[in-house]
């Protein structure tokens, strides 16, 4: 052991001919180049999108502050593996996959150096280091493809498609490997190894040849050393073919990622469009309708999809067996496109194959018919399913970006197409003719001044504007949360006031439900009777308020400081200006809101505010945090009730009751409403109540 420094094997024993390595090889990267062309055109066969990068091949060159940010997003994501692994099982076997491929590619690398440059780097400690190393990186990458083989044809989990292409992908994983061990294992047995111990998989290998004379054993070695040279110049020329482009597919689709905050959706002023001097009423569109619409990136990110599931494994609607599958859906939009293309291919073949013109100019040219997205692919109520909760979003290892696309779609239904549910139609005509969805302003008025608050004019100042929200303030239920969070407010000496008749809907149930004309329109009126008032703090309990206000409203110039009342509530106490000195026993779990946890990523506030309530043990629920079960409510479903399956807000509710707890806090109204009601439903009103964060903090102050 103390002579490891002397370390080393004959590279490339008992190969005579290594030019025909390089000629295979050769040609490996030029069937791997054109895929990779094909691929690339594919994406650029897309409409432009100038939020994701502008003046690329400048920008490659110039390292702005963006550029950094993406680099080192893509750069996190593809080498830690942190979405991958948040899937325990396929995690690992993933990992081991992954990284134990890298370790071989490194140890390949070298040796070629070495082989083909003259150089001697593989020897000494470097040849003690990267040859043990790459015995269990062999080892691990045989472990991984059966972990692999034993989910996808023996547990069979219902949220994967097990094609034909997966089952030789990792045969071809497989025999790569082993070929590699024969291999190691014939030169150990036929030409020895003072070093063999090193190569402990090979050793163990090369007692299956114990014995074979060495005219057999080179003959044998030669031809699994071609074998193995020939599988892996295969897999290379196949990557751009096969499941095994994500290699390339997922770090691009993470570099191109959106960087903006998740609930701020991409958009065009449609009254700056409508009045612009070359407005065109004959192009005139919003969203999207067919598969010539989708942009480059939307491309990329189908592209980038591997179906592996787990977005069906946390989406609220699939899980409650309702047919909607943001992997589906993924999966249509791709077939979409490629039906489209084929069909401007055969339409005019010439301008199909300009690399990087438009489809959609393409088609103009050829005048083909390319059929609507809805319903050649999919059906008009499945993009009403979802709940826009982003729960795919947040597990997707490619980033794909769900939600988004779907939204896109739905603009088109109702703007262009006027095709929408009868309760969503019925709750936008109530937006557009009141202001908000539930009822007449006059009831508003009436009950602020009920509240007992001040309302601050146009022109006045205050500390902290507080805005409460449409669901809050017309449900009798929901206005004991403005209520007690006014108490709380006046009992911290806070300077405080609303804005009254003023305050109308922000526009989100629009937003959600795709009316961006109208949502624009309200959210432009709403934004010059904020901005007429002076404060500090723009305050709301609505989380869904909360994103508009802090986050779309800057899409028109406006930049508010919005903070959620959770996040109040958490900063007086830790400032001592609330003390918690009451509290009843008991076992309380926290429902994380969609828009406040996946959106903003607020999850420690709330939890701190709990804890901080004497008696109050806090408990976890199935699904919590970033893997949060939507209550059913999200994505216009507070106001649409789509008999489909199961309802979402019992799976929730029965989560609770699983976890144990007699109290589930809120920090959402439309989630407090939808618990509510599935706490009754499910006869377990005298089990499980259904609280809101400011509630619980007032009850702990002495007062109810």
């Known amino acids: 052991m103390s002579d490891l420094h002397l370390a080393q094997r004959e590279i490339m024993w008992n190969i005579t001919s290594p030019i025909v390595m390089y000629i295979l090889f050769i040609l490996a990267l030029a069937v ?28 490659l060159f110039i390292m702005s502050k963006e550029m950094l940010k993406r680099l080192f997003i893509m750069a996190k994501e593809t080498l830690m593996q942190n979405r991958v692994r948040n899937s325990i099982f396929p995690g690992i076997f993933h990992s081991f996959i992954f990284y134990s491929f890298a370790i071989l590619i490194i140890t390949t690398a070298i040796v070629a150096l070495d082989y083909d440059f003259g150089t001697s780097f593989f020897n000494g400690y470097i040849y003690v280091f990267f040859t043990v190393l790459s015995e269990l990186a062999g080892l691990l990458v045989l472990v991984g493809v059966l972990m692999a083989a034993y989910r996808r044809y023996i547990r069979k989990p219902e949220t994967i498609d097990t094609k034909a292409g997966d089952t030789v992908a990792l045969l071809l994983l497989a025999f790569i490997i082993i070929t590699g061990f024969l291999v190691e294992g014939l030169r150990i047995a036929t030409a020895g190894d003072k070093w063999a111990f090193l190569s402990f998989a090979g050793l163990a290998t090369s007692k299956l040849f114990t014995g074979i004379t060495e005219e057999s ?84 990110d189908f592209d980038a999809c591997i179906s592996c599931g787990r977005c069906e494994e946390v989406c609220p609607a699939y899980l409650a067996k309702q047919p909607f599958s943001p992997k589906q859906m993924i999966a249509h939009f791709k077939n979409a496109v490629i039906k489209a293309e084929e069909i401007i291919k055969q339409a005019n073949p010439t301008a199909a194959r300009s690399l990087g013109a438009a489809a959609a100019e393409t088609a103009e040219a050829a005048k083909p018919e390319i059929p609507e997205i809805i319903p050649s692919e ?51 005509k109530r937006l557009e003719s009141i202001g908000n969805p539930f009822a007449p302003q006059s009831d508003r008025v009436n009950w602020i001044e009920q509240l007992n608050v001040r309302v601050v ?208 806090i809120t920090s959402c109204a439309f989630c407090q409403q939808m618990l509510d009601d599935s706490v009754k439903v499910l006869n377990m009103d005298e089990d499980i109540r259904v609280v809101d964060i400011s509630t619980l903090v007032l009850r702990s102050l002495g007062e109810n």
Not at 32 to 59: A, H, I, M, T
Not at 239 to 253: D, E, G, Y
Not at 507 to 518: H, I, T, V
């Open 32 to 59: 791997f180049s054109y895929g990779v062309y094909k691929r690339v055109k594919f994406y650029l066969g897309g409409q432009p999108d100038n939020e994701r990068l502008q003046n690329l091949p400048l920008r």
């Open 378 to 428: 999919i059906n008009e109520e499945f993009i009403w399913l979802c709940r826009t909760c982003t729960a795919c979003m947040e597990v997707c290892p490619a980033f794909v970006e769900h939600v988004d696309d779907m939204i896109e779609l739905r603009r088109n239904e109702v703007i262009m197409k006027g095709r929408m549910p009868s309760e969503a139609a019925r709750t936008l």
């Open 457 to 664: 004019n146009a022109g006045e100042e205050v500390d902290v504007l507080y805005w409460i929200g449409c669901c809050t303030t017309f449900d009798p239920t929901k206005q004991k949360i403005a209520t007690d969070l006014s108490k709380i407010l006046k009992k911290c000496g806070i300077d405080f006031g609303v804005l009254g008749e003023d305050e109308k809907c922000c526009g989100d149930p629009a937003r959600l439900m795709g009316q961006e004309q109208l949502f624009q329109d309200l959210a432009k009126q709403q934004i010059e009777l904020i901005r007429s008032r002076k404060f500090k703090i723009l305050l709301t309990n609505c989380p869904h308020c909360y994103n508009v206000l802090k986050h779309e409203y800057r899409q028109f110039g406006a930049d508010f400081n919005v903070v959620h009342h959770s996040e109040f509530l958490h900063e007086m106490i830790w400032a001592k200006k609330l003390i918690p000195q009451i509290g009843e026993k008991g076992k309380y779990a926290y429902h994380d809101p969609c828009y406040l946890g996946r959106y903003q990523k607020i999850y420690d506030s709330p939890r701190e505010v709990i804890k901080s309530v004497p008696g109050a043990e806090l408990v976890e629920m199935k699904n919590h945090r970033e893997k949060s079960l939507c209550c059913g409510g999200g994505g216009g479903h507070f106001w649409m009730d789509i008999k489909k399956g199961e309802r979402i807000n019992n799976l929730r509710v029965t989560q609770a009751k699983d976890a144990g707890a007699d109290t589930i």
């Open 217 to 300: 054993g080179r003959m044998l070695h030669k031809a699994f050393w071609w074998i193995h040279a020939a599988l892996a110049m295969g897999w290379i020329a196949t990557i751009p073919f096969t499941k095994f482009f994500h290699i390339l597919t997922l770090p691009a689709n993470i570099f191109f990622a959106k960087l903006k905050p998740r609930g701020e959706l991409k958009r065009v002023d449609i009254e700056a469009l409508m009045t612009s001097e070359d407005f065109n009423e004959e192009t005139f569109k919003i969203g999207i309708d067919k598969a010539t619409d989708f942009t480059w990136k939307q491309r990329l």
